[in-house]
Nanobody, 115 residues
C-alpha cells in the first residue's frame, strides 16, 4: 500500500514562511500528478497546487506568487514552500498522489498562521 507522510506544519506569524514535505513510500516519479490540498476549519478540502511527472506546475489563484511546489524524485519527496503566509492560509494541508485511476492521501499536517 502506498503511503504519503507529510511534515513541516506548525504555527507561524503572518508574513512568515513554512516548507511542507511529503515523503512517499514509492518513487514519486511513478505518480502521474502529485498535489497539495488544504482544508480550513469547517470548510471543504480544496486543491492548492499540482506538479506533473514532467514537472509542470499549477496553483490556485490565492497562492500564486507565494507558494511553490516542487519534487525531488531521488528522495521520493514533494515539497510546498509557503512564503508570506496569511491567516487565511490556516488549514490542514494534505499531500495527494495520483497514479492512473488510483488516488492516495497523506494524513495531513496542520498549518496555523497567527495575525
Amino acid at each position: 500500500q502506498v503511503q504519503l507522510v507529510e511534515s513541516g506544519g506548525g504555527l507561524v506569524q503572518a508574513g512568515g514562511s513554512l516548507r511542507l514535505s511529503c515523503v512517499a513510500s514509492e518513487s514519486t516519479s511513478s505518480f502521474n500528478v502529485m498535489a497539495w490540498y488544504r482544508q480550513p476549519p469547517g470548510k471543504q478540502r480544496d486543491l492548492v497546487a499540482t506538479i506533473s511527472s514532467g514537472g509542470l506546475t499549477s496553483y490556485v489563484d490565492s497562492v500564486k506568487g507565494r507558494f511553490t511546489i516542487s519534487r525531488d524524485n531521488a528522495k521520493n519527496t514533494v515539497y510546498l514552500q509557503m512564503n508570506n503566509l496569511a491567516p487565511e492560509d490556516t488549514a490542514v494541508y494534505y499531500c495527494n498522489g495520483r497514479r492512473f485511476v488510483k488516488v492516495y492521501w497523506g494524513q495531513g499536517t496542520q498549518v496555523t498562521v497567527s495575525s
